[in-house]
């Protein structure tokens, strides 16, 4: 009997990690029924992350609580932050501020604030330490929309507060960060999936703006305003700008790291979290997938992180994804429901048929 460990992450606006895997499972039943399966959902810091702790850790609780939607005039999102028994609070920026909350999309105006709303919350029920998931960010703010809710005060040439999200930040003329509030006593750590620099090429605006809506010309404003806001932070700050992960959800990145949070591995303590080690451990094969596998996923997401942890027992790995637009290397077999479906329009309509057929199809090619 084969043991197979089955660790995706979400499928991004289609399908949760949960229900992927459950797919997955389900169509490699119709081929392999006999062979022992072992589900375990990922999440690398982005959408779904919430729902991985909880369904890992005994005991983790629900906290909810309705923050404002990711630009001013949305409406307020009812959504939650996880309580863990051991006093950690952990707030999801997808669940808070994220892109599938807002449509049509608004790169220019989309904010950070609801994260910063959940933070507090966090904050004031008296959590001993934040893990602080990002990704599936709407927004390219730099993270000023949480710190102003935190405490901190972007200002124009009149002392007057400037509107929230990236286009209030081309009147930013003063920055103070005297008023954020204080970490809680055993810190935050920012869960990113990517280690993009804030600035240039590969920074914020230039990778992810795209994706949040930005054509050419508002990547190049979007660029410009938060090279503003570098330039108008203190002096010690500044420097944070280049560090790997600034650029994450937009610059949300910085806008932690600037509070004084320390950048840790998304994917990484997911995994730990939900047991992964020890579940691949005896394994014969591991599944992981993602929505699209590109030249992003190589840069600690989760298919990468649960590929090194099955290489590093000696587990061999498969890849289903949405669409695969980049070599997968470190896989042994790889397939894309864009293919199964016949188009990438199909696979989404349908993501959790075509996952099926995706584990069905892994399990006749390697099972």
Known sequence: MTRV??????????????????????????VQPADELVVRPMADGGEGTLDAFESAVPGARRMPITVR????????????????????????LAATSGITL??????????????????????DAGVSRL????????????????????????????????????????????????????????????????????????GAAAVFGPQKGADAATVEVLEQHLARLVGLVPDEVRPLAAAPGAGAAGG????????????????????????????????????????????????????????????DAGVPTALAAGAITAEPRGFAVSVALSELAGGGAAAMAEPLRWLVAAGAELARTVG
Do not use: C, Y
């Not at 995706?8 to 119709?30: I, N, Q, V, Y």
């Not at 939607?69 to 952990?90: E, K």
């Not at 790169?107 to 966090?122: E, K, M, N």
């Not at 927004?139 to 286009?167: E, H, K, Q, W, Y």
């Open 252 to 311: 949300a990145g910085f806008g932690l790291l600037a509070w004084g949070a320390e950048m840790g591995g998304g994917a990484e303590l997911v995994a730990r979290a939900v047991g992964l080690p020890e579940a691949i451990a005896g394994a014969d094969l591991v599944i992981t997938g993602e929505g699209r596998f590109d030249g992003q996923s190589e840069a600690g997401k989760a298919p990468t992180v649960v590929a090194s942890l099955a290489r």
């Open 131 to 202: 893990l602080l998931a990002l990704g599936g960010s709407a927004s390219t703010d730099g993270g000023t929309g949480a710190l102003a809710v935190l405490g901190a005060r972007f200002v124009d040439a009149a002392g007057a507060s400037i509107p929230l999200g990236n286009r209030g930040l081309g009147a930013l003329a003063h920055v103070d960060l005297s008023g954020l509030r204080p970490l809680p006593a055993g810190g935050a750590v920012i869960l990113s999936d990517v280690t993009n620099p804030l600035l240039g090429a590969d």
């Open 69 to 92: 939607g990711p630009v001013s005039v949305a409406a307020p999102v009812a959504t939650h932050w996880l309580l863990l028994p051991d006093g950690t609070g952990i707030v999801e």
């Open 102 to 123: 807002l449509d049509p999309l608004a790169p220019l105006d989309a904010h950070t604030a609801g994260f910063g709303d959940a933070i507090a919350a966090a904050l």
């Open 5 to 30: 460990v089955i660790a995706p992450d979400s499928f991004k606006g289609t399908a949760s990690a949960a229900d992927a895997a459950a797919a997955l499972a389900a169509g490699w039943r119709t």
